[in-house]
């Protein structure tokens, strides 16, 4: 990883902190008790404390500049309330605005607040992984900048830890503000991703989750160069539950996630925890293979009764069009799986960390 010193903050350039309402927009409302994701590993075991836990909280922002300020507010009004030690580390994901510009201020304000600023921008997912790498405190929580993910439910996520639960994933109920097409494609993509992935992806889930240390120290240690989190948070496995609640509307600027990008993720689901279409493939080439030997059969029978030319060219003809586009259609998904294969040989770094400004631990208030 590469670190540069710090470039220096223009202090006779006018402050970019306007006034901004504090708390979190309308509809950020926690939903609900903990749903036990079962069965579970080993019983639930209240946590016993010697000390003041230390909670790191770790938030990737793309173009983010006009919602960081009221972030910081609302995080820090909430966690200087929850009795712990903590810290917030930003990941700027390459934004073009003066997101990082605005990361500097937060830390001088109150240093509790530390920043890494990726080399260029590398994706959401890389973003996070840039954080949980970097993350330090005895539990971690991994939320969006945009306050759809709202602040004040982290006491309720910190509950549940201490309740003995070592992973605290959320579930939207719904999203205040969220597209019409959007609201109707959802419920089918995830639908569809429970039916053939090999793991479970909690429907209406985010990247909005709780993990203990141990917990990320397993996640730490897979060997995926490409990560979905919302796959392998669940596949490690220990004590998990599931949060509802209802999902704000953004703060401000508008969302980083276009079409195209969520058909990704989607696909990534699918890919990098199923391996169904290639089962797929065996059992269509089997289906055709005994509707050819049928065919096959029709044939010879109509020569061996007598007739000179048996009919159906027409039909022939289209059985192996239908032939053909079923293999390409296959050699298409073996060249997904091959080119997912490629990058995870060549074992590139998931991101480059350009400049580093970790927070510092503090207790209530900070220094």
Known sequence: MWYHAAAPVNEATPSIFQPVPSGPPPGGQTAGRPEPLEPLP???EERQLTGRAHLCVVVPAYNEEAVLPQTSRALTSTLDSLGVDWSVLFINDGSRDKTARVL??????????????????FGHQAALTAGLDHADGDVIVTMDADLQHPPEMLRSLLAAWRMGYDVVHTRKITTVGLSGWRRAITPIAY???QRVAGIRIIPQASD???MDAAALGALRGLPEV???YRGLTSWVGFRQCVMPYVAAERAGGHSQYSLRQLLTLGARSLFDFSDVFLHAGLIVGSVGLILSGLYLTFVMG???FGRTTPPGWVSSITVTIVMSSI????????????ARIYREVRHRPT????FARPGVRHGEGGS
């Open 327 to 338: 293999l390409l259609f296959f050699e298409g998904i073996l060249g997904v799986y091959t």
């Open 104 to 121: 500097e201020q937060l830390h001088r304000s109150d240093p509790r607040f530390g920043y890494l600023l990726l080399s260029r921008n």
């Open 208 to 210: 909005f989750r709780l």
């Open 42 to 44: 080993f019983p639930l």
């Open 226 to 228: 490409a990560r979905l």
């Open 351 to 354: 991101y480059i960390v350009g």
């Open 191 to 193: 639908g569809f991703i």
């Open 302 to 304: 109509w020569v061996l």
